[in-house]
């Protein structure tokens, strides 16, 4: 933290955890620009409250309003989606918080990485989407890739010291990432058919933004969690296990070939895994409170079951087949849960979208997703078949 700091994305659920983790240190790193989507009033209050050198509005036609309420208070104001990546790779900051929900957080994650700085990155649908370019981009700029998912987290901290980005050292035998199960995990599928996007957000142990909440819901964001630890340990998927753990306390384990099992733990707080990644290889107080291991009792594992959470399978299916299926995969999903949000798709329906609109691409034979232009063109492919798949008669609600 020997320069600024850039938070893609600092109205959000992630984006306030590292404002509030990085105010309570003693001396706090200089706030080089925070950045958010449509929320201008949200960004007005943290932009008059942390003074970065410059707040960035990704909608352009809010430019002008966010010029207007930040008169007098010093900092600079941008707009539009390009000011994102400008931000992100510019010489201001040394270390860029990627805490955008979706694919828009791409462009401006692959500038910071690109400028090979240290990259914290929450927003885990770009390593979806283009995992390998992401890390092939990190390789030869020397970016260090920081992993603030906290899954991914537990699993950096229980590799051996001194670990970072790419394949871990001999030795280990699997990853085992742990999942609550969400808010559903003891219903049927008939119940779930019948859930509102209400139910879907209420998440038993974490606060986080609509659209994790749901991929929670459907477990889809453990499946996305897989291929997102695929790339950031460029590890087999087939070494990649799932297991439930409702307490949310371990937070993932990795499991070495003599039969010892590392597991980091903690309270359900992702203030945890951002102070860890913003001081590694310090220490940094969170403000998070100290796990009482006497008050949580016991641990419960389960297996996951992909039979009532579909979203499980087609997750599995993706990274095991074309190099496109986790791009289409990501995609669809995106399109479905925004719909489901907005009450136009049943919850049910959200894994029956993303499996058409496989299927779909399996026919158009997509192969090749190794350059950006050919992801960015697959990723707009996939959002509008499956948008008119929700359009038509078939899942209308
Ligand atoms: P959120 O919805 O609370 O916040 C999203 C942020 O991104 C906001 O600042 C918003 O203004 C900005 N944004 C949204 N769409 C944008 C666009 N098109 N262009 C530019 N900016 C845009 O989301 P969140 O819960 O903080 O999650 C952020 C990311 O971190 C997601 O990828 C999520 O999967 C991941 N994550 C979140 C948590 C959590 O606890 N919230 C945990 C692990 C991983
Ligand atoms: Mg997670």
């Known amino acids: 933290m020997r320069k600024g700091v850039v ?4 109205t959000g659920s992630i984006g306030r955890s590292a404002l509030e983790v990085m105010a309570g240190l003693e001396a706090p790193p200089p706030f080089e620009a925070l950045t958010a989507y449509r929320d201008v009033d949200r960004l007005v209050a943290l932009a008059w409250k942390h003074r970065p050198r410059v707040a960035v509005i990704a909608d352009p036609a809010l430019g002008s309003a966010l010029a207007d309420a930040l008169r007098g208070s010093g900092v600079e104001v941008a707009a539009g989606v390009d000011a994102l990546a400008d931000v992100a790779g510019d010489t201001g900051s040394d270390t860029v918080i990627s805490a955008i929900v979706g694919a828009a957080g791409l462009l401006p994650t692959l500038a910071a990485v690109r400028a090979g ?24 700029a020397g970016a260090e890739i920081l992993p603030v998912d906290s899954e991914h987290n537990a699993i950096f901290q229980c590799l051996p010291a001194g670990y970072c980005c790419g394949q871990p050292p ?27 996007p209400a139910q879907a957000v209420a998440h038993p142990n974490w606060d986080m933004g609509a659209k994790i909440s749901v991929d929670s819901a459907t477990m889809m964001n453990k499946g996305l969690e897989v291929i997102e630890a695929h790339w950031l340990f460029a590890t087999p998927a087939e070494q990649i296990d799932i297991v439930v753990h409702p307490q949310s306390i371990v937070h993932s384990l990795v499991a ?5 099992f590392l597991a980091q733990m903690g309270a359900p ?48 299916a993706a990274i095991d087949g074309t190099d496109a299926a986790p791009t289409v995969l990501n995609a669809a999903n995106e399109v479905a849960v925004e719909a489901f949000l907005a009450e136009r798709l049943a919850f049910d329906a959200i894994a029956a979208v993303i499996e058409a609109t496989l299927e779909g691409a399996g026919r158009l034979a997509v192969r090749d997703s190794a350059d950006l232009d050919a992801v960015i063109g697959l990723d707009a492919w996939a959002r509008s078949f499956a948008s008119e798949r929700i359009a038509g008669a078939e899942y209308t609600k």
Request: hydrophobic fraction near 45%; include cysteine.
């Open 117 to 140: 700085k240290r990259v914290l990155i929450a927003n885990k649908e770009p390593l979806v989407m283009a995992g390998g370019i992401v890390m092939a981009a990190a390789r030869a």
């Open 256 to 260: 070495y070939r003599d039969g010892s």
């Open 269 to 316: 707080d992702m203030r945890i895994p951002i102070a860890n990644a913003l001081g590694h290889p310090d220490r940094l107080p969170s403000g998070a409170a100290p796990l009482d291991l006497v008050r949580a009792g016991t641990l419960h594992f389960e297996a996951a079951d992909a039979e009532r959470f579909p979203c499980l399978r087609l997750a599995r």
């Open 170 to 196: 001999e030795g280990v035998d699997r990853l085992i990432l742990t999942a609550s199960g969400g808010p559903f995990r003891t219903w049927s599928r008939a119940e779930m058919a019948q859930a509102t």
């Open 7 to 10: 938070i893609l994305g600092a």
